[in-house]
């Protein structure tokens, strides 16, 4: 018998080449072995992807193995219990077109528009695409035609029902030009105090000193007293560096004078050489 733990990793029984070899009921000859494959024989097999195997795999029982070997394998086989088939992970997101994407899209922005209190017209066909025409929700555009969204028949109930109380609370259709003229005064006179407390308190957080900005201020002094001084110095260094080359330059020039001075006096050539100096008549120049 095959051995179970060889049997209950897969089908394939590693080995089974040995194991037929060494069983006891194995005939000896050659023509009961499992048949080894080759190349020149994958021609054979009916599809190109399947093919019989080398002899390095020649251990792995397939249905081209001999009857004995199949059969055993399909007795003694036990399959693993409680076999844990479950599939993790999401959905992959299906692909739409770019007409699926765009009625989409459509769909999910109607949507908002009737959560918003908005209602859409009915859809006028361009030449382009669909336009729609968004306008305001009120009693008139609501009875203009029965073929218009109405709001408040895709609101929840909660939030309608809020809606009405809050419409019949600020509603001016009971009221008189007397009640409606008050009710404007006193709203200009709230909103007129709101603009007055609001000037006071801007103008007592500018009035209150700023710690914070005192210590910017008093940094600025500083690092402009710094840059100051720096300038200072700097022109001070230049100064005192021209007034030290200007009477290095003024020795240099003293000394030169005074070689000049204390050096013998050259002698004045007199002669042929000296009329090929000057380029004139020595005698006539003589005294000049």
Known sequence: ???????????????????????????????????????????????????????????????????????????????????????????CPRLLSGYQKARQEEQSILEALR??????????????????????????????????FRPKDFLPEVTRQHLESQRNKFSLRDKTEHDVSMKMHLANERRQAELDSFKEKMASLYKKDDPEAKRRQELQSKLTQQNDAALEKRETHLKELRDKLQAKNKKIQQVKLKKLINKPPVPVPVGPTSRALSGKDTYENFFD
């Open 1 to 91: 018998m095959i051995s179970y733990l060889i049997l209950k990793e897969s089908l394939d029984c590693r080995r089974g080449r040995a194991l037929w070899l060494k069983s006891p009921g194995a005939p000896p000859t050659s023509s009961v072995t499992p048949p080894t494959s080759s190349s020149a024989r994958s021609v054979d097999s009916s599809d190109s992807g399947i093919y019989d195997l080398d002899d390095d795999y020649s251990f792995v029982i397939t249905e081209n193995s001999p009857p004995e070997l199949i059969k055993r394998v399909e007795a003694d086989f036990m399959p693993v219990e409680n076999l844990d088939l479950t599939i993790t992970g999401k959905q």
């Open 115 to 148: 959560e918003e209190g908005f209602i859409a017209t009915s859809r006028q066909k361009v030449a382009t695409g669909v336009a729609y025409e968004i306008i305001e929700a009120t009693p008139q555009t609501e009875s203009a035609g029965s073929n218009k």
